[in-house]
């Protein structure tokens, strides 16, 4: 029989009917159009990857460091023009350090006991096909972040991004599966759907498949995946306050502060939200902020207008959100030149455009009148995600203190907030932030689970 396109073809159809799994929906690797689909392929993927000794694991993560590398401008580009969120250069500078910086397999430490009965191993081992669920604050870097850690695990992954970008993620979740199969390794190593919506994130958390899930993002997806019965990482909201104590390099305090808020128009959920400051350096500080840090002063009409405009009812204003200082001045009436980072003004902690957690470069300060009221006041602010927080202070009594009180995940002394992301600061980087669930920074190991191996009576030759 001759063998042509169009019967090679309906042969291809016939048997994708009969396994009843359909073709991936796009272009790119991993996207299936069923998030049934996608969890079976990822799991006839996690079957090769357990398999794949650690340094063919870690020839794909090299890979996918690589690719990122050489798209960081792309992926930067592609994820402010689907979102309509923070800016190009700064989600380059995100790519490159997720890239370089996120652990791979050298995460895995195993743990050893040896004696007269023998040698026991604590061994770090893959969950399976894990549940991801993204932002899209920062799309393409989360799903870069998670896919390294997982993979280096020995995990696959299925995602359910955010729909408001889930092209950007689709073209990060093809570079992962690129990686994959140039280092020899299977295809569907990360998957999702075409269409992700509640509904297909529904499924995918009562999967039988999916035995642990890792959500980033605010308050609701959190609560809904610690309420699905399986296990889950819930890398959640913050809104993080930075304390200015008298003791501080005030100069120094304001740059800090403002590059650290203003960094990809304020997106991260590690960035300075609002300041608490000292009463006798709170004035200094704004001066350094308005004169050297190209801060715009809003005045309480202002202010007024920005609440209307950035708060709704239902929450915030989407338009809003990650949106440069002068667009969102823009949107109220006021004309500033380019070089404006950022808007500052003054007011109580109860204030909305304070409280809220925006994601925006606008950034009151609370007055406080010493560093025990300044405590207070940061962590009511904080309210209790225990996410991130930061102090400038040059006393470590007042930095203990106020360690101890806030109890975050991340407390950046004396830096921009980016420095506990490993950017102008120790360390490794991650975008997901597990504050509520307790890993803290995530990376390979928090998606492991730990295997005791016991050999009794032998392998002890101390
Ligand atoms: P979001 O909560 O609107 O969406 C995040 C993801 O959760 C999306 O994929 C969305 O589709 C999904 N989702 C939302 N509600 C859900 C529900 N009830 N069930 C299932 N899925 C649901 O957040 P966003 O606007 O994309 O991101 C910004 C928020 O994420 C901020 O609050 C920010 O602080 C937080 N964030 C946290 C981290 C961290 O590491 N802790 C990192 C980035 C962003």
Redesign the pocket.
Known sequence: MLVNESLVQDIVQEVVAKLNISEPAAKYHGVFTDMNDAIAAAKKAQAVVRRMSLDQREQIISNIRRKTHENAEALSRMAVNETGMGNVGDKIIKHHLVADKTPGTEDLKTVAWSGDRGLTLIEMGPFGVIGA??????PSA?VICNSIGMIAAGNTVVF??????VKTSMFALNLINEASLEAGGPDNVACTVEK?T?ES??IM?KHKDIPLIA???????V???LSSGKRGIG????NPPAVVDETADIRKAARDIVNGCTFDNN????AEKEIVAVDSIADELMNYMITEQNCYLASKEEQDKLIATVLTPKGLNRKC?GRSAKVLLGMIGVTVPDNIRCIVFEGEKEHPLISE?L?MPILGMVRAKDIDDAIEKAVWLEHGNR?SAHIHSKNIDNITKYAREIDTAILVKNGPSYAALGFGGEGYC??????RTGEGLTSAKSFTKSRRCVMSDSLCIR
Not at 235 to 238: F, P, R, T, V
């Open positions: 669920i993204t932002p899209c604050t920062n989360t359910n991004p955010h729909p408001a970008a992700p509640l994130s529904d958390m959500a980033t993002g605010g308050p609701g997806v609560t809904a995946v890398a959640g909201a913050g997106l991260p959920c590690i959100v957690e994601m996410h991650t975008f997901t932030i597990a504050s």
